[in-house]
């Protein structure tokens, strides 16, 4: 059972920062992953970034390599999300998320979600 919180979203200008952190209440082990995905309005909840909680591997989708960065704090069981460059089509619900087995940027193979948190990128 993995329980996890999120927090760090709020109302930013197009061009700015900000950073989201998940923490999750169980101790990682060797295949324990950890995502982050969004949801706009009217729209499905799509990939974001995903983090191999011990071998350090990630995965960006397309729209936000190079502007985002995806990070873990192994002692403090949290992951991050650093997001630059922001521009109003990130405007979304952004959810951690974590699963056991391979890194994936599935929806459907993540056990575990947060509630979310708001990201809001005004032009």
């Known amino acids: 059972q993995v329980h996890l919180v999120e927090s760090g979203g709020g109302l930013v200008q197009a061009g700015g920062s900000l950073t989201l952190s998940c923490v999750a209440s169980?101790?990682?082990?060797?295949?324990?992953?950890l995502g982050w995905f969004r949801q706009a309005p009217g729209k499905e909840r799509e990939f974001v970034a995903a983090?191999?909680?011990?071998?350090?591997?990630?995965r960006y989708a397309d729209s936000v390599k190079g502007r985002f960065t995806i990070s873990r704090d192994d002692a403090k069981s949290t992951v991050s999300l650093q997001m630059n460059s922001l521009k109003p089509e990130d405007t979304a619900v952004y959810y951690c998320?974590?699963?056991?087995?391979?890194?994936?940027?599935?929806?459907?193979?993540?056990?575990?979600w947060g509630q979310g948190t708001q990201v809001t990128v005004s032009s």
């Open positions: 169980s101790r990682a082990d060797s295949n324990h992953n």
């Open positions: 998320a974590a699963n056991f087995g391979p890194l994936s940027t599935t929806v459907n193979s993540y056990d575990y």
């Open positions: 983090i191999r909680w011990s071998a350090r591997s990630t």
